[in-house]
T-cell receptor, first 113, second 109 residues
Framework: DAGVTQSPTHLIKTRGQQVTLRCSPISGHKSVSWYQQVLGQGPQFIFQYYEKEERGRGNFPDRFSARQFPNYSSELNVNALLLGDSALYLC????????????FGDGTRLSIL | DQQVKQNSPSLSVQEGRISILNCDYT??????FLWYKKYPAEGPTFLIS?????DKNEDGRFTVFLNKSAKHLSLHIVPSQPGDSAVYFCAASEDKLIFGTGTRLQVFP
């Protein structure tokens, strides 16, 4: 069975640009969460979606937005990129939104020049 | 304000011995705790979890202990193997996962 898949694996952007990251959850999983991991830190929660509805949002500016599609895949959008947005962006899926292990993809490495 | 803390950035253990990784938290509302392992260039891999109604959960070589009064959990790996060398993250859940900063475990022959 395929795990969580994320695309692209690497991305280079310049300040002020916009980026869209994509995630396909494990088959049957309806919950998708997004995390940002900067070097030397643990993943930091950005968003959780369940059944296409936003269930939670972390402490990130409005430049960050996300959505979940009817097939449960998800996109994370970041506008007006800043140098500090350089990080590994991780997507995780779970069967539903309750206390269950989340399973992570390998992430998208975003570099801002 | 860091709600989940892993105070040891690194740990070195000989193969075959026990590895003990520690994690402290501040929020008494956390009701579910997890440990993840991360290799370079890969996403975190789920290892083991524990509900706040339990104090121990075991899965093969991995055991997680939860001390709610001390707001402390630990992961024991016995026996440690070189393939266990990775960064280990603890995470706590109220309605979202909050991660610690990780502990790099190195298991040497």
């Amino acid at each position: 069975d395929a795990g969580v898949t994320q695309s692209p694996t690497h991305l280079i952007k310049t300040r002020g640009q916009q980026v869209t990251l994509r995630c396909s959850p494990i088959s049957g999983h309806k919950s998708v969460s997004w995390y940002q991991q900067v070097l030397g830190q643990g993943p930091q929660f950005i968003f959780q979606y369940y059944e296409k509805e936003e269930r939670g949002r972390g402490n990130f500016p409005d430049r960050f937005s996300a959505r979940q599609f009817p097939n449960y895949s998800s996109e994370l959008n970041v506008n007006a990129l800043l140098l500090g947005d350089s990080a590994l962006y991780l997507c995780a899926s779970a069967p539903d939104g309750s206390n269950q292990p989340q399973h992570f993809g390998d992430g998208t490495r975003l570099s801002i020049l | 304000d860091q709600q989940v803390k892993q105070n040891s950035p690194s740990l070195s253990v000989q193969e075959g011995r026990i590895s003990i990784l520690n994690c402290d938290y501040t929020n008494s509302m956390f009701d579910y705790f997890l440990w993840y392992k991360k290799y370079p260039a890969e996403g975190p891999t789920f290892l083991i979890s524990i509900s706040s109604i339990k104090d121990k959960n075991e899965d093969g070589r991995f055991t997680v202990f939860l001390n709610k009064s001390a707001k402390h959990l630990s992961l024991h790996i016995v026996p440690s193997q070189p393939g266990d060398s990775a960064v280990y993250f603890c995470a706590a859940s109220e309605d979202k996962l909050i991660f610690g900063t990780g502990t790099r475990l190195q298991v040497f022959p």
